[in-house]
Every structure is written in structure tokens, then in C-alpha cells.
């Protein structure tokens, strides 16, 4: 009680000018909190792209970064010849497919979370949050034990009495299950919070006036939660297009994505130019995509529901 | 009116999705008690000899060791480092804020494996040697804004007008941070930690090409998986999950007592 006695004096003598030193004060403050971020993501994010990006311009087949300067390794791509455009479509390819029908998948499930499942939603997501904790390699390869010659799959059907599965694995339709099967959390909770941004009312009011199911759909429902299901599907073509992991333990490298590619310039050929100039291929195409998107998109109105 | 039948129709899709989410990991724990070295199903002698082993093994000891620590240590300071980020997120109105917001997404959607080169080269162009401890900081770099994220969702939800009592009451800016802001986003900083942990435990393309000569788990499995198949690779891939799971479940069960007290 003491320290209440004291205080007020100080801020009524100049209530006015407290309350703008105090705004003045907050402005820094933000700054200030986010210090740390922005050191920590400049020297790490910013600066080894800084280095991709010297590498590519370096002597092809060297490690002399910064000090030779051709554009030999961006010829080399561009060359039609070169594989990697094909990886290029294979990747592209398979992200809009992953994209398009995680949107399908997703979208009951998002809705569910939001409508259908009540007091039992939360628990629900944490039931898809959790493969987030188990290592891609971990899941993927689960997926070989069961679509494998005498596995899970082969070997209940044999021992039914029927003929067996069939061959899945290693194939290109497989990659893509991998990648519809890891990325579905990253197309489901930006989805589940745009919907929640729907407001109920709005539903209603459309039906009490007569509108049809589909009608609210296309016109209200669509449209409001259209911002994160934007970047539901923004994260996970990104996602899709870096993807590797499927590719390799599912597909068997029956095809080979751009990021693959990376690293085979890396570690097999020892070509870090090369794979350098393709990873700033990369990283301009996404980067485009995803400043585009972002700028469209409020922030605190999607997280913070305000 | 279909309304029932729609609700239905949703539950049972997604359990449906559910259960096809778990069942590469069900098949997995199955594979690790296997007694012959090669899986086949529907499996002939159940064993669990390949836990025991790769319980003894001390190769496998020390790769969890690597692993732990550095889960440790990443969730030490990027929940330091995502708490301010959060409050300079979703707490502060001030210039550059929006353009931030957004440039702190840019790690979250960029692809891991290159990422993971980007940063093998940048420590290559400065002279660091890469290990164990270079992981730490390649793992940061994507954890430390989602955890920002996670965090900052409780920071919308907390009111600034008891901030701004603490400071009308005549508190320093460090009281009314440790009294009054740390308590109120207990919740999601706790939230925040168990995401720390859990992603850097179970991540491989940044650790692929950050840890040097050192090992995590997801790497030791990955490298099994491709040459040199035992019946170790499932079991350790299990126990990973079982530790992942008991710490959420622990972890969930501590956050929703803060989350009561909080409320309370």
C-alpha cells in the first residue's frame, strides 16, 4: 500500500505527457525485442545465402568464393540439355499436386477442428501436431515396411488367401503419397485458423435468408478463410518444392527433385559452384512466391484473431 | 436436414486420415520386434532382442547423447531469444513491425535441405569447423520463428492493460516484466519450449549437413535405412517417438496446470 501512496503524484502531475513518453518508449521497446531475432536470422539466414550467392558467381569446380567472378555455372544450367529442368518440373509438378490435394484432405478435417468436434478439437490436434516430433526418415520408412514385398500390406492380403499387393514403391505416385502424408499438418492448421476467422453469424444470417449450402460455401465461407488457406497451400508448395526425403525413401530415386539435384552438386560431384548457382535458382523462385504472398496477408488479424 | 450425416461423414474422415497418419509408425514399432533380421509380415517370432542391442550399443548411446544435447540447448535460447521476438510480434506497435513480421517468416518457408547447405557453406566461407555445436545454431535458425509464432499467439491473447497499471503503480520496466508480462505468458512459453525441443529432436536436413563429423539420431537411422538395414533402425526409431510422445504428454500435462494457474 505504501508503494501506491507514492506513485500516483508522478503521474498526475503530467498524465498527458506520461502516457506519450510511454508510447515514445514502447516504439524503442519493440525494437529492441526483436534485436536478438533479427541478429540471430542475419547472420544466419541472411549471411549463408549471401555465401550461396558468392559461390554461384565462383570458378566451377572450385572453392574460391569471392574471388573469381563468372557466370559459367549459370550458362551450365540454363543449357537446355541440362537435367535439372526436368527435376525443376517433377519438383514443380509434384508440389501443385501435393497442394491440391492436400487442400481437398484438409479442408473437412480443418473445418471439423472448427465446427464438428467441440470440446474434442484440441485433443484432435494434437493427434496431428505430434508426427511433427517424429522424424520424416522415421514415418517415410514405415511407409516402405508396409508397401514392401512380403510387408504389412503384401503380407495380410497373402495371408487372406489372396494374390498380394501391389507393387507400389519406387515410383513416382508413391512420392507424391510421401509428400501429401508429411506435409499435411503445414496445409491443415493455417487452413483450421482461416476458417475460424469465418464469422458464425455471417453463416447463419446467409441461411436465414435462404442461401443454399453450397451458396454459403462459395460466396462466404470460401472467400473469409481464404487468407490461411492461402498460406496453407503457400507453406506447403514451398515445402514440396525443397522436399527430398520422399523422393529418395519412397520413390527410390525413380525421379530426381531440384533439391536433390543441390545436393548431388554438393557431395557427389564436389561441383559446390554449380550447386550454388541452383540453389539461388531456387531461393529467387521461392523467395518471389513467398514475399508475393505474404504482403497480401495481415498478420495479427490471422493469429491474433483481433 | 443432412447436417448429422455431414458431421458424420467428417469424423469418419478423419479418423480415417488419422489412423493412416499412425500407421507407418505402428508398422515400425511391429518391424523393431522382429526376431529375424528381415522384416516379413505377418512376423514369425516376435523378440525383443534388437531393443536390448540397441539398448547396449554405445554407438547408439553416444548418438543420443549428441541429440539430447543439442535439443537442449537449442530450446534454451531460442525460447530466450522467440519470447522477446514474440513480444516485439504481438505486443509493441512500433515502425518497422509489420515488415518484421513478416521477414521472420522467410526461415519457415524456405526448404530445409538447402537451408542446411546454405549454412555448411557459410560456416565453410568463415573457417568454422562443423559439429555438433554449428547444429545448434543451424536448428535455431528454424525453430527460433516458430517458436516466436507459438509464443505469440499467447501474447495476443494477454491483456496490455495490466502492464500499464504495473507501470502506473510506479514498477520499473524490469518488474513489470518479471511480475506481470513472464507470468501471463507462462502458457506459451512453455508451449514454445516443448515445440523447441521436439522439432530440433526429430530434425534431419539441417542436421545432415551442419553436424560434421557428429551424429543425431535422424541421421544415424537415415544412413542405416540406406545401407545396412537391421532391425535396430525401426527400434530406435521407436524409442525416438515413445520419448517424443512421453515428453508431450508430460510436457501437456505441466502446460495445462500453468495455463489453470494463469486463468486462475
Known amino acids: 500500500m505504501a508503494d501506491l501512496a507514492i506513485a500516483p503524484p508522478r503521474q498526475e502531475a503530467a498524465p498527458e505527457g506520461a502516457a506519450q513518453l510511454r508510447h515514445a518508449r514502447m516504439l524503442s521497446v519493440g525494437a529492441r525485442c526483436a534485436l536478438p531475432v533479427a541478429l540471430l536470422l542475419g547472420i544466419g539466414f541472411l549471411a549463408p545465402l549471401v555465401a550461396i550467392f558468392g559461390y554461384a558467381f565462383a570458378t566451377p569446380r572450385s572453392f574460391d568464393v569471392f574471388t573469381s567472378f563468372t557466370l559459367a555455372n549459370f550458362a551450365t544450367l540454363f543449357d537446355t540439355t541440362n537435367t535439372v529442368w526436368l527435376s525443376f518440373f517433377w519438383s514443380c509438378g509434384l508440389a501443385l499436386l501435393t497442394v491440391a490435394i492436400l487442400a481437398v484432405v484438409a479442408y473437412p478435417i ?14 484432435i ?3 496431428f501436431v505430434f508426427p511433427l ?4 526418415n522415421v514415418r517415410l520408412y514405415g511407409w516402405v515396411l508396409f508397401f514392401i514385398k512380403n510387408g504389412v500390406l503384401d503380407g495380410t492380403l ?36 482461416g476458417l475460424a476467422l469465418v464469422p458464425r453469424d455471417l ?30 497451400m503457400l507453406l506447403t508448395f514451398v515445402l514440396a518444392i525443397g522436399a527430398t526425403a520422399e ?23 564436389q561441383n559446390w559452384p554449380l550447386g550454388s548457382a541452383l540453389a539461388v535458382l531456387v531461393t529467387f523462385f521461392i523467395g518471389a512466391l513467398t514475399l508475393f504472398a505474404l504482403s497480401k496477408l495481415d498478420l495479427d488479424r490471422m493469429l491474433g484473431r483481433r | 436436414m443432412g447436417h448429422k450425416r455431414t458431421n458424420a461423414a467428417i469424423w469418419t474422415w478423419t479418423l480415417f486420415v488419422l489412423v493412416a497418419i499412425y500407421l507407418p509408425i505402428v508398422c515400425g514399432a511391429l518391424a523393431s520386434f522382429n526376431k529375424s533380421r528381415y522384416f516379413g509380415f505377418p512376423i514369425k517370432t516376435y523378440s525383443t532382442e534388437w ?35 514474440a513480444l516485439a510480434f504481438a505486443r509493441y506497435e512500433w515502425k518497422g513491425r509489420k515488415l518484421y513480421q513478416k521477414l521472420i517468416l522467410l526461415p519457415i518457408f524456405f526448404p530445409q535441405p538447402v537451408l542446411g547447405l546454405a549454412m555448411l557453406l557459410g560456416f565453410n566461407a568463415v573457417g568454422i569447423q562443423t559439429s555438433w555445436m554449428t547444429a545448434v545454431f543451424a536448428h535455431m535458425i528454424w525453430i527460433v520463428p516458430v517458436v516466436t509464432l507459438v509464443i505469440a ?31 501471463l505468458l507462462w502458457p506459451g512459453i512453455w508451449s514454445g519450449m516443448l515445440f523447441a525441443f521436439l522439432l530440433s529432436w526429430s530434425n534431419f536436413p539441417l542436421s545432415l549437413y551442419t553436424t560434421g563429423a557428429d551424429s543425431t539420431i535422424p541421421e544415424w537411422l537415415y544412413a542405416k535405412m540406406v545401407a545396412g538395414y537391421t532391425p535396430m533402425v525401426p527400434a530406435l526409431g521407436t524409442m525416438a517417438t515413445l520419448g517424443a510422445a512421453c515428453l508431450l504428454l508430460a510436457g501437456g500435462l505441466i502446460g495445462l496446470l500453468l495455463r489453470r494457474r494463469a486463468a486462475a
Open chain 1, 110 to 123: 480443418a473445418y471439423g477442428l472448427n465446427l464438428v468436434f467441440g470440446r474434442w478439437s484440441a485433443l
Open chain 1, 125 to 127: 490436434s494434437v493427434f
Open chain 1, 133 to 136: 516430433f517424429v522424424s520424416e
Open chain 1, 158 to 193: 497373402k495371408w487372406l488367401g489372396l494374390a498380394g499387393g501391389p507393387e507400389v514403391l519406387y515410383s513416382p505416385g508413391i512420392t507424391l503419397f510421401g509428400m501429401v502424408y508429411t506435409y499435411l499438418p503445414f496445409m491443415l492448421f493455417p487452413m483450421t485458423l
Open chain 1, 203 to 232: 453463416v447463419d444470417a446467409a441461411r436465414d435468408l435462404g442461401a443454399g449450402r453450397l451458396f454459403i460455401w462459395r460466396e462466404i465461407e470460401l472467400p473469409l478463410a481464404m487468407p490461411g488457406i492461402l498460406i496453407g
Open chain 1, 247 to 269: 523422393a529418395k525413401i519412397l520413390g527410390g530415386q525413380s525421379i530426381i527433385v531440384i533439391s536433390h539435384d543441390i545436393e548431388i552438386a554438393f557431395t557427389y560431384s
Open chain 2, 51 to 85: 531393443w536390448q542391442k540397441t539398448l547396449d550399443s554405445i554407438e547408439i548411446g553416444m548418438i543420443v547423447k549428441t541429440s539430447i544435447s543439442i535439443a537442449l540447448l537449442v530450446t534454451v535460447f531460442s525460447v530466450v531469444i522467440a519470447t522477446f521476438g
Open chain 2, 153 to 183: 499467439i499467447q501474447v495476443y491473447g494477454f491483456d496490455p492493460s495490466l502492464e500499464e497499471a504495473a507501470y502506473d503503480l510506479g514498477c520499473s520496466r524490469t518488474q513489470v516484466f518479471r511480475e506481470v508480462t513472464l507470468p
